[in-house]
């Protein structure tokens, strides 16, 4: 079973995605595999951002959050700290494309 964790950041939605795209994403695609992540979900909201991971287990997940180019990707971002954060275990994946 997966895990899931849901981030919600409250701001400017064009200008966190902005952000967030140049500062944080390139940094998180190289090294987020390696921690066990499955996919990442970004969508604008009326008041910010929604983020879901999808993540294979719960247990790499601090390890990432900890990495010290996760940290200084995050710091460079300047991203708020998430309004709310939810997770979910024994979650289930469907892939429809290969």
Not at 30 to 54: D, F, H, K
Not at 79 to 84: A, D, F, H, I, R
């Amino acid at each position: 079973m997966a895990y899931v964790t849901v981030h919600t950041l409250d701001g400017d939605p064009s200008d966190l995605l902005s952000r967030k795209e140049q500062h944080f994403d390139p940094i998180v695609r190289r090294i987020a595999p390696e921690y066990g992540c499955i996919a990442s979900v970004t969508t604008q909201t009326e008041t910010g951002l929604m983020i879901v991971n999808t993540w294979e287990s719960a247990d790499r997940v601090p390890a990432f959050t900890a990495h010290p180019e996760i940290q200084a990707a995050s710091t460079a971002a300047q991203l708020p700290q998430p309004s709310s954060f939810q997770r979910y275990e024994h979650a289930s994946i469907d892939l429809f494309q290969p």
